[in-house]
């Protein structure tokens, strides 16, 4: 099993559309979590931190179920230039405490007028 | 405050030569990753560095790479006598503690002809 798995997509959604994109990880013990927005050939951004009580900035809600191991983005009122890979990134600490970010494949999500 | 700036954007070489790739972190950042992203693949980690000292190189491959973080200028990832599955887009990217998300560079992008 992959430490950080996605559904690789792609996701071809109307403008306006409400989509949700989830996220598994096998590791209990990881602490933070994290999504990112890759553009075609650029680099990654930070597009939010995911926070045990969930969170929400703008058109974006993230959440996150320890129990279950998964985390969620979900993207209200579409827009074309939502049109992106969406990479779900899990922070650990190993063996030699040191920090691990484990990265999904990412979500590719396509937003279409 | 400028992102993490890398440098050059583009890098050409030759099968056999050298490749130096420079990351200057964010201002304030004393931790430096480097990644690695096939054409069509996810992110790679390869190296964690802090300042003088390599944290994690799990996913350096054993040989020809190599990857410094002087107390004084850029972090350097060196890749001896590249071969043309070398050729890919290696992202640095730096965070002011290891608990917080990353900000990536734009990258350079290495073709090895």
């Known amino acids: 099993r992959k430490e950080v798995e996605q559904d690789p997509g792609p996701f071809n959604v109307p403008e306006g559309a409400t989509v949700a994109f989830n996220c598994t990880y096998s590791?209990?013990?990881?602490?933070?979590f994290f999504w990112y927005r890759q553009d075609c050939r650029k680099e990654p951004k930070l597009l939010m931190s995911v926070y045990s009580s969930g969170n929400e900035d703008g058109r974006f809600t993230a959440q996150l179920n320890r129990a279950s191991q998964y985390i969620s983005l979900l993207i209200r009122d579409s827009k074309l230039s939502d049109s992106a890979t969406y990479l779900c990134v899990v922070n650990h600490y190993n063996a030699g405490n040191n920090r691990k970010l484990i990265w999904g494949l990412g979500t590719s999500l396509a937003v279409n007028p | 405050n400028a992102g993490v700036m890398q440098n050059p954007r583009h890098l050409v070489r030759r099968r056999g030569q050298e490749a130096r790739l420079r990351c200057s972190p964010m201002k304030g950042h004393s931790h430096v990753y480097w990644y690695r992203q096939l054409p069509e693949e996810g992110l790679k980690f390869m190296v964690y560095?802090?300042?003088?000292?390599?944290?994690?190189e799990s996913g350096m491959p054993k040989e020809r790479f190599s990857a410094e973080f002087p107390k004084e200028g850029p972090s350097i990832l060196r890749i001896q006598q590249v071969v043309r599955g070398d050729s890919a887009a290696y992202f640095c990217?730096?965070?002011?503690?290891?608990?917080?998300?990353?900000?990536f560079g734009s990258g350079t992008r290495l073709t090895v002809v």
């Open positions: 990217a730096s965070s002011p503690t290891a608990d917080y998300g990353y900000t």
């Open positions: 560095l802090q300042k003088e000292n390599i944290i994690d």
């Open positions: 590791n209990s013990a990881s602490q933070s």
